[in-house]
């Protein structure tokens, strides 16, 4: 039999091995790795769905039941209409909040790439039509003012454009809070089976545990960590909030702390839910539009000339593109966009960024896959030499 010494040796060596499965070292493994985890997790899903084919065909039912109504002609049609965009509409935020939390290798930020954004241009759509009574359509596709400016002399407040961005912000947080149940899942199975897995984060935790006993070797990381699961643990549903409350980078730590200790699956949740998707999107969206406010963002823009070297080179960019987004606002129903739109250079620039902040993600998924898979056959590998001996 293995000594603990050996098996040690043996788990680092391979995780260092795994560690080198990435795109840019082993392209030719990492893709083979990727596809056949790929396969591998397309037949266990297919299996579970087979295992709950009652739900799956009540499902298809439903589905099929509304799909028919709907190409069926007649006055509720309008309505299906409406409730099929608000659907994708809500599923799109929702969708956007798994991606920034679920860790599929690392998160997409689509706070800042896509939420901020759209809350910024509804701020600033808001402050220059002085109105929120956008048309839709084409809003929320294309922002544009109403014929007929209402309030016209009365200004702008924070609450109302709060509320016009209200849904859009509760989907994102409600898809952030569900991106965080994999690691509670996870140590919860753990516990409860009895199993050790193989897994980063799990061993990150245990790590934790033991370092709880050498209080002078750990890092200000550490005490960091060590203090999210002692309110955790300690204060429950509120220690849980408190946490989802706040931009916290370490709330992973807050799951697999719950899952371990066995908290109930709803207070977990709940209080996830209510900490990301009312607390803290309250207090970003209250950052962004203050920081959009007319007046401020013509003040922030003015100071970069004090920048220097490169503040006076940077001002008129700003301004320019600040400009050309009023003048969008203003653009009458019908009218294609501004094509000298799309060469300034700072929407340009931003345009760029998604795609290079896109692409790190697709590739962190595939040499995530990749490396689970590596992980999955040296464990069958062990399985089964535990089970000749």
Known sequence: MATPTSSLEEKLAEREEREKIVLWRRPVQTLHYFFRECGVLSVEYMVKLW?????????????????????????????????????????WWVWLGILSSVGLGTGLHTFLLYLGPHIASVTMAAYTCNSVDF??????????????ETATGKEMSILTIMSKVRLEAFMWGAGTALGELPPYFMARGARLSGYDPDDEEMEEFEELQRLKDRPEDMSFIDRAKLSVEKLVERVGFFGILACASIPNPLFDLAGIT?????????????????????????????????????????????????????????EQPFKTFLEKQKNKFHRKPGTGPDTQDGGNLLAWIFEKLILLMITYFILSIVNSFAQNYHKRIHKHARDKKLAQD
């Open 51 to 91: 295992n709950n084919k009652k739900i799956v065909l009540l499902l298809a039912l439903l589905i099929g039941g509304y799909y028919a109504a709907y190409k069926t002609p007649g006055p509720h049609q309008l309505l299906f209409q409406r409730v099929e965009n608000q659907f994708w509409w809500c599923a």
């Open 135 to 148: 048309p839709s359509p084409p809003y929320p596709d294309d922002i544009m003012c109403p014929d007929e």
């Open 258 to 314: 719950c899952g371990h200790f066995l908290v109930p699956f709803w207070t977990f949740f709940g209080a996830t839910l209510i900490g990301k998707a009312i607390i803290k999107m309250h207090i970003q969206k209250l950052f962004v539009i203050i920081a959009f406010n007319e007046t401020l963002l013509a003040k922030a823009v003015s100071l970069l000339a004090f920048v220097p070297m490169v503040g006076s080179k940077l």
